[in-house]
């Protein structure tokens, strides 16, 4: 399978503890974007990387959220303290898009975390 | 405030019925893109529109952009169980990045 894989799947975990997420890009893309999705709502965007580059977050990403992308391959999405409003679906897409073209986004499956 | 507004939220249909969702914004788009998203999966791009007023047809589904590229619309004829799901559109401006609205569930009952 060559798409965008995501690990682990399924996290629950306790209040207070740190989690970390781990995205595999489509291995030509030179972009990765991390969602995080709740339920009744659409993706909201929290950050994004040119290959090892992070150019971009969103004010969504708290102090204790940190990204990394080291390689420009695969990205670990870190949350510390974790907090019961971290329950969410983190989503990790990659893409790559030449000048000019509207690129096409493709997500993985998602990290679904349980905050107890 | 939510950028992009779809509506309804929710559909409940039998085969064989007619759909039209809508997705509206006060804000003008460079390109919309429509997505299906399954339970437990991530959103699968069905569709980016790029033209003020342009139709795209993808089989049963048509996606229309509106003139003004505030607004779109996906209508689906003759809908099958298999098109159940969540859709999503999401707006590009500027950045690469888009913004999704929070997304049409719709169930077809065979």
Request: hydrophobic residues 30%; proline residues 5%.
């Amino acid at each position: 399978d060559t798409g965008v894989s995501q690990d682990p799947r399924h996290k629950i975990t306790k209040r207070g503890q740190n989690v970390t997420f781990r995205c595999d890009p489509i291995s030509e893309h030179n972009r990765l974007y991390w969602y995080r999705q709740t339920l009744g709502q659409g993706p909201e965007f929290l950050t994004y990387f040119q290959n090892e580059a992070q150019l971009e977050k969103s004010r969504l990403l708290s102090d204790r959220f940190s990204a990394e992308r080291p390689k420009g391959s695969f990205s670990t999405l870190e949350i510390q303290r974790t907090e019961q409003g971290d329950s969410a679906m983190y989503l990790c897409a990659s893409s790559f898009a030449p000048r000019g073209v509207v690129e096409t986004q493709y997500f993985g499956p998602g990290t679904r975390l349980l905050v107890l | 405030t939510q950028l992009l507004e779809q509506s309804p939220q929710f559909l409940s249909i039998q085969e064989g019925e007619n759909l039209t969702v809508y997705c509206n914004s006060s804000s003008v788009f460079s390109s919309l893109q429509w997505y299906r998203q399954e339970p437990g999966e991530g959103p699968v791009l069905l569709v980016t529109v790029v033209t003020g007023g342009e139709v795209k047809k993808l089989k049963r589904l048509t996606f229309q952009f509106g003139d003004a590229r505030k607004d779109s619309s996906l209508h689906i004829t003759a809908a099958q169980p298999g098109d159940t799901g969540l859709y999503l559109c999401a707006g590009i401006r500027g950045s690469y990045i888009p913004t999704f609205g929070r997304g049409t569930s719709l169930i077809v009952h065979p």
